[in-house]
């Protein structure tokens, strides 16, 4: 059976977190899919609990090394052939047709490049509602306010959508490319938007979608991921700078 979806997580050191990922994601998923597995050198037996599982429909890449969040990323998208491709976080719990609105909206115009869902934690807060403002200043909207109902519910272009589930449409890698292996960890997808709206692609926010994030789970290394953060926000300084002058709007309040 073809797969209308391929569903790429990068995984490192959240073996129950990843467990209880992929149960969700085969409870809640109402469309053909496959799910590739990126390891990054996990210590914790994630790849191995991936594997035991035994399910056809996922494939398992075990890195020997941390190659990076961009770099695992393009490896799972590269293994797969469905013409839609979701990268998840392993924090991530998925709800009941949960990926359905989003490819319906990416079908309704074929400049829609990405589309992101809402994102909300364990304590229903908000934890990603479209990233709105400028090129030059722009900020998660909404971020750990109540979810409740009529809040950021209207799908609509946005600067970015979080990383943490991020669905990108295949028949458009040839023009857009692949994520840019120059971040190890963080900016990711946000310079993958900023990529799609200089090539006057869309991205957009689907509310119809909602899903669960956890957050923060990876590492608790803080000085490490401050220097990463660090890193990444340099080289996307540098390399959006033109970009950056524009402080026209995009996305509500």
């Not at 990922?21 to 496959?34: G, W």
């Not at 938007?193 to 006057?200: K, P, R």
């Not at 509310?207 to 956890?214: A, T």
């Not at 953060?229 to 080289?235: E, G």
Request: proline letters at 4%; a neutral charge; charged letters at 20%.
């Amino acid at each position: 059976m073809e797969t209308l979806i391929d569903i790429v997580i990068v995984s490192f050191n959240t073996r129950e977190l990843l467990e209880r990922c992929l149960q969700t994601i085969k409870v809640h998923t109402d469309v053909p899919y496959r799910i590739i597995v990126v390891d990054n050198k996990s210590h914790d037996g994630s790849a191995q609990a991936a594997k035991q599982l035994g399910w056809p429909e996922l494939t398992v890449i075990e890195n020997k090394r941390n190659v990076g969040y961009a770099k695992a990323c393009n490896q799972g998208i590269r293994v797969g052939a469905s013409p839609y491709i979701i990268l998840l976080n392993s924090d991530i719990m998925v709800t009941t047709s949960w990926v359905s609105p989003m490819i319906e909206c990416m079908r309704t115009d074929p400049t829609i490049a990405v589309v992101g869902p809402k994102l909300v934690d364990q304590e229903n807060r908000i934890a990603g509602a479209g990233v709105v403002g400028s090129y030059a200043n722009h900020w998660s909207r909404g971020y750990m306010e109540p979810d409740e109902p009529g809040k950021y519910d209207t799908q609509e272009d946005c600067i970015s959508v979080c990383g943490a589930a991020y669905l990108i449409r295949r028949d458009l890698l040839p023009t857009i490319g692949l994520f840019d292996e120059g971040y190890f960890f963080y900016f990711e997808e946000t310079d993958y938007s900023f990529h799609v709206h200089s090539l006057g692609y869309r991205v957009v926010y689907c509310p119809q979608s909602k899903l669960i994030h956890l957050g923060g789970q990876s590492s608790h290394d803080h000085v490490l991921l401050r220097r990463y953060f660090n890193a990444s926000q340099r080289r996307f300084r540098h390399k959006w700078k033109h970009l950056m002058k524009d402080t026209s709007s995009l996305g509500g309040d």
